[in-house]
């Protein structure tokens, strides 16, 4: 199982990124995809968490009403649309791949992709 983060960059505040998430496995419809982020000297923080069957979501206070999780089960992708960006919302954004539920908790997270940058400038 891999996964494949995009979209990351370099963009001012108040403007808007889409990050992808592209997974390898051949069917995702029982998975739940989720967007973590770390900023330098930061744990890993939950960001949000799209159920790929059933599209129920959740959010981080932090990004709740900015952010936008969704997803496209024939694709085996998430997408995490980000508006109103912040210099706070600066880290490495990872997508993780969860067996059931959506969970905020790293650890029943059992797949990782590799972390996109996104630098938001004031």
């Known amino acids: 199982v891999q996964l494949q983060a995009s979209g990351g960059g370099l963009v001012q505040a108040g403007d808007s990124l889409t990050l992808s998430c592209a997974a390898s496995?051949?069917?995702?419809?029982?998975?739940?995809m989720g967007w973590f982020r770390q900023a330098p000297g930061k744990e890993r923080e939950f960001v949000s968490v799209v159920q790929m069957t059933t599209g129920s979501t959740d959010y981080a206070d932090s990004v709740k009403g900015r952010f936008t999780i969704s997803r496209d089960s024939a694709q085996n992708t998430a997408y995490l649309q980000m508006n109103s960006l912040k210099p706070e919302d600066t880290a490495v954004y990872y997508c993780?791949?969860?067996?059931?539920?959506?969970?905020?908790?790293?650890?029943?997270?059992?797949?990782w992709g590799q972390g996109t940058q996104v630098t938001v400038s004031s």
């Open positions: 993780a791949a969860a067996r059931f539920g959506l969970p905020r908790n790293i650890d029943d997270y059992a797949y």
């Open positions: 496995f051949r069917t995702v419809t029982n998975y739940a």
